[in-house]
């Protein structure tokens, strides 16, 4: 996988460090968030979360990812059946486009209509 990098929750209103995780992972779990919404809000909020009030940043001072995410298969019982190294790599693989199992996951708790299949973001 990709580098790991320390993150940092910051104080919603003044931007102050209040606690520091050894990985965006740890965090993402402390607060329930996953990958999407995390990309989401750094793509277009500079890490902040305005329905949770929280505010994130990445420990090197970079707000970006520096990799895209594998993407998993799941069956039907929820297990990770194959993993791509991208969402892009699994949309040439299946006939669609990136975006839309990028939507589907964000939206639709991975599901993917037309092709009856279910897919998630890769935590690690």
């Not at 929750?9 to 402390?30: F, M, P, S």
């Not at 707000?63 to 194959?82: F, H, I, S, T």
């Amino acid at each position: 996988m990709g580098k790991i990098r320390e993150f940092e929750q910051l104080d919603y209103e003044t931007g102050e460090v209040i606690k520091r995780y050894r990985t965006v992972k740890e965090a993402l779990e402390e607060h329930g968030i996953d990958r999407a919404k995390m990309r989401i809000a750094f793509m277009g909020h500079d890490g902040k979360f305005p329905d949770k009030k929280l505010w994130f940043r990445y420990g090197d001072g970079v707000n970006k990812p520096l990799q895209r995410y594998q993407v998993g298969k799941l069956n039907d019982a929820g297990e990770v059946v194959k993993v791509y190294n991208s969402a892009e790599q699994a949309a040439i693989e299946h006939y669609v486009t990136e975006k839309t199992i990028g939507i589907a996951i964000r939206t639709r708790n991975g599901f993917v209509p037309s092709l009856g299949m279910r897919f998630k973001y890769m935590l690690g």
